[in-house]
């Protein structure tokens, strides 16, 4: 008898303590995301239904406010569980002790086909030596054309060099009263013309920041190539076939900006392959059953330099999350095969074993195209100057420039001092 009743008193204790468990609150862990919902939404929702053990509270936004507001909060114990960032921040981030080492996640639960499938692991790496961000897409900036726009300026072939591209942004402007190429040259932190000023300077073989021979760092410009670029994107501002409204946008994903190349009042744009997808999904629903007049192609290069960067986006875990465990598992499968296969095709997957499956498709070929000549950041990210504050510097500086507050010769000092600050 006293066998029985004890038989069924653990019984009971183990039902009451299933029950317990069923009915637990699931653990919520948050994921900032600086592009669009809709983007992730799915494959949230999947993890959600494999997981109904850990809900995630999808935040947003933009990108540039997302480093400096995550590095914020992390500093005082706040901020998202996961965060998505640009890859040359995740060092920076490491450095800071604002991002979770992911060391022992890599080594005891490691993510599909290991991490040595991964690109951009240098990126990845502190100078700690451990590891701070998990890679989680790849792509590259290219350039993007109305090609009804260029017929109608007559211009049949697109353009091979820079001056090319300035001929033929005037023509349209000229021939057409529509805008030529129309960049963002606004002067708010991490603003795009970061990215122009660099691919401008590769395509020249140069380079803002370089490493010696004897593993030290330098700026790698005289002051009159700064000033040479600077005067070079001023005569599209001066011109006029690049809109001074374009003073007020630093984003390639500015929807002044989209909307100009969909509408067809701007003839080419320079951005990454989740802004283009998104010109081409709404030129498609404003005109049902006609033909796309959009192309894609390599920024000018010499035959021997690279005219864009390979890049992409990290995961990061905050150093501050209290559910490290269920923001790793979601870092994980955001990773995934499935998530790039059935819900995530904006950005091409940071696996080398997902990256040979991809067919970029028509529109996006000259993004494939472009990275046999697109370059990793390199020194930028491993030296001494955060690549945050040079982002910023160069990105001020020519913001200033362009719209003609200062000199290209006075803006060129004023970045090479601000440089000069953060070298040793």
């Not at 086909?113 to 951009?120: I, K, P, Q, R, V």
């Not at 090609?147 to 001929?167: F, Q, Y």
């Not at 349209?172 to 040259?185: C, D, L, Q, R």
């Not at 990256?355 to 195209?369: R, S």
Request: with cysteine; proline share 6%; glycine share 8%.
């Amino acid at each position: 008898m006293l066998k029985l009743l004890a038989a069924g008193l653990v019984a009971s204790v183990a039902v009451i303590g299933t029950v317990h468990l069923a009915s637990a609150d699931p653990v919520t862990i948050t994921f900032r995301f600086n592009d669009t919902e809709q983007e992730v939404r799915g494959a949230i929702d999947a993890f959600q239904r494999d997981n109904p053990n850990i809900k995630v509270d999808l935040q947003r936004i933009g990108w540039k406010d997302a480093r400096n507001q995550f590095l914020r909060e992390a500093a005082v114990g706040e901020g998202p569980d996961v965060a998505h960032v640009a890859q040359v921040w995740v060092i920076e981030m490491g450095a800071a002790g604002a991002t979770l080492a992911l060391d022992d996640f890599i080594r005891k639960d490691p993510p599909p086909n290991g991490f040595a499938d991964f690109a951009a692991q240098d990126l990845a790496k502190g100078r700690d030596g451990h590891f701070y961000g998990l890679p989680w897409t790849t792509d590259t900036w290219a350039m993007v054309y109305r090609t009804d726009l260029l017929k109608d300026a007559g211009i049949t072939d697109l353009p091979h060099t820079w001056e090319d591209l300035r001929k033929n942004s005037e023509a349209v402007y000229k021939k057409t009263g529509k805008a030529g190429f129309g960049f963002p040259a606004g002067s708010s932190a991490s603003g795009a013309m970061w990215f122009l000023a660099n691919f401008y300077w590769w395509s020249h073989g140069k380079e803002l920041i370089v490493q010696k021979p004897d593993g030290s760092y330098a700026i790698g410009l005289m002051p009159k190539d700064v000033v040479e670029c600077m005067n070079y994107f001023k005569q599209f501002m001066d011109g006029g076939d690049n809109p001074k409204t374009n003073l007020a946008a630093s984003d390639a994903h500015d929807p002044a900006i989209i909307q100009a190349l969909v509408t067809g009042k701007q003839a080419m744009g320079a951005m990454p392959p989740n802004t283009y997808k998104e010109i081409l999904k709404a030129y498609e629903e404003a005109n049902p059953g006609k033909s796309i007049p959009f192309a894609s192609a390599p920024f000018p290069h010499q035959d021997d330099t690279k005219s864009s960067m390979i890049g992409g986006r990290m995961l990061v875990i905050n150093a501050n999350s209290k559910h490290p465990n269920a923001a790793w598992k979601f870092t994980k499968f955001m990773a995934s095969q499935a998530v790039f296969a059935q819900y995530y095709r904006t950005q091409f997957p940071a696996q080398t074993s997902l990256l040979k499956q991809i067919d970029f498709g028509a529109p996006l070929k000259g993004f494939a195209e472009q990275f046999p000549h697109a370059r990793t950041w390199g020194a930028y990210a491993s030296g001494p100057a955060p690549i945050g504050t040079l982002w910023n510097v160069t990105t001020r500086t020519f913001g200033k420039a362009l719209s003609g507050q200062v000199s290209t010769e006075d803006a060129a000092k004023e970045l090479f001092a601000e440089i000069g600050k953060q070298m040793p």
